[in-house]
């Protein structure tokens, strides 16, 4: 797979499913490497005390940076947080997140406030956030950089965390205390102006009125607010529940392909869970071979450095029947993943460049290859996708940081610092804190070396 693991949908596990000789993955400049592996491996940006530390005056990034604010958000007094215990009546608890008010609050300058959810409405459930994902969409967003963003605007579409009220005519069998993560997508037309081929064939996320987790508004009035909060108010038909035997934190890179995961999408795991689903062969790609040693763990069979490796297109042309590429940059090597590409093999693209990306028709007409894109996945893919995450013990290698961070962690993100999945952790005053069973943590590592303008944007060709 070519890409960030930041946006690489669900829908891609169709593509998987027909059979496919070899899968290439590449982790690009927004997220790093990301993808799944067997195990419980977790890798953390800061010590587990930390985390529990939500309103420690001392923390600072590793870019020396600390905001005022920070002293003031997760300070979670009792009057902030609700007990697992909570009725369905019980609203004993405040909308607050991380808010951009304008495109300089991607440069790390949101601030925390009070917000009004959507009107509830007994088909709605309240979810208190525990995890939720970092993905470059948030970062696009806050600066405007697909569009005009309304702001003021919340972001986060990996959402992860416990449902604290559920509405009388709420789907999904889901009971307030239930695990549950939300993805991308918070509402569609569910055919409720007429027939919709997308929503009647389970395809929500390609409905024409599909409607954002954030940056949006939602059909029956309210604004909508994403996952950099404490609590995030949703449609029930989008919220999925949860399968046992899978962590939070693993989740919150995953709802996000229109899963979860963002949620959190089994998400980043889940879209390198080729092997899983039938691949016989996966390679990793990134520019560096820093990562060489990291996806070899995480189950590939090969590695191409591309800006160590020479000849990398040529030594691979025509040995891969698939490539999914995550990269959001239209700098990208194009015809040279194209190259890779064997007869009738398809590229489908799920990262979306603020600017067009070059595609030569040459590229794709004499081998009879195929360029295809892919959304987020629909929350029947998202289902489908966390129960194969359940069965085959598939978790994401994460990177977590305090939802109090949030500030720091979009501009370490945006410099190309993660290693993994940067996932935002919410500390409650009711949570308990002991360390979750049969989670296995990778050694801590001493951040990377800070990069240069030119390193960056040339990272970012990729």
């Known amino acids: 797979m070519i890409g960030s693991p930041v ?41 587990e005390e930390e985390l529990k530390k939500p309103d420690n005056p001392t923390s600072t990034s590793k870019t020396g940076r600390i905001r005022d604010t920070t002293l003031q958000i997760l300070q979670l007094n009792p009057h902030t947080s609700v007990s697992l215990r909570a009725t369905n009546m019980a609203t004993d608890y405040k909308f607050e997140g991380w808010m951009g008010e304008d495109p300089s609050s991607a440069e ?22 525990t995890h939720s994902g970092i993905c470059g969409s948030d970062i696009h967003t806050l600066r405007a950089g697909w569009g005009p963003t309304d702001f003021p605007c919340v972001v986060g579409h990996e959402i992860v965390g416990i449902a604290v009220r559920v509405g009388s005519e709420a789907e999904g069998n889901i009971k307030v205390g239930d695990l549950v993560g939300v993805g991308a997508q918070t509402d569609s037309c569910q055919s409720r102006d007429g027939p919709c081929q997308a929503c009647e064939g389970h395809l929500e996320n390609y409905c024409k009125d599909m409607h954002l987790t954030y940056n949006t508004t939602y059909r029956t009035g309210g604004k909508a607010y994403g996952g950099y909060a404490l609590y995030h108010r949703s449609p029930s038909h989008f919220v999925i529940k949860i399968p046992d035997g899978l962590l939070p ?29 039938g691949a016989d062969r996966v390679v990793g790609i990134s520019r560096r071979s820093d990562k060489r040693e990291e996806a070899l763990a995480l189950g590939a069979d090969e590695y191409i450095a591309t800006a160590e490796d020479e000849n990398w297109s040529q030594k691979h042309a025509g040995t891969l029947d698939l490539i999914i590429c995550t990269v959001s940059s239209p700098k990208m090597p194009l015809q040279e993943y194209f190259d890779m590409l064997a007869l009738d093999g398809t590229l489908v693209q799920v990262g979306i460049p603020e600017e067009p990306i070059p595609v030569s028709a040459w590229a794709l007409v004499p081998a009879r290859r195929r360029l295809a894109g892919s959304l987020i996945g629909s929350p029947k893919e998202i289902e489908e996708l966390f129960q194969l995450a359940a069965d085959k013990q598939i978790v994401p290698w994460v990177e977590k940081r305090p939802m109090w961070d949030a500030n720091n962690a979009i501009v370490d993100m945006e410099a190309g610092r993660p290693r993994f999945r940067y996932v935002l952790v919410n500390q409650f005053d009711d949570d308990v804190n002991e360390e979750e069973p049969g989670v296995q943590h990778m050694e801590e590592v001493e951040p990377p070396e800070e990069k240069d303008d030119d390193d960056d944007k040339a990272r970012d060709d990729e």
């Not at 790390?108 to 979810?127: R, T």
């Not at 995961?261 to 889940?270: F, G, I, M, R």
């Open 7 to 47: 946006r690489c949908r669900l829908g891609i596990d169709a593509a998987i499913r027909q059979g496919i000789g070899g899968l290439l993955w590449h982790g690009g400049r927004d997220e790093g490497l990301g993808w799944l592996g067997k195990g419980g491996h977790i890798r953390r940006d800061v010590p």
């Open 249 to 277: 934190e693993s989740l919150a890179p995953g709802p996000e392909s229109g899963s979860v995961s963002s949620a959190s999408e089994v998400l980043v795991t889940l879209r390198c869970s080729s092997k899983a689903m």
């Open 108 to 129: 790390g300058h949101m601030v925390w406030k009070e917000y009004e959810p959507k009107p509830w409405e007994e088909s709605d459930i309240d979810i208190k956030i």
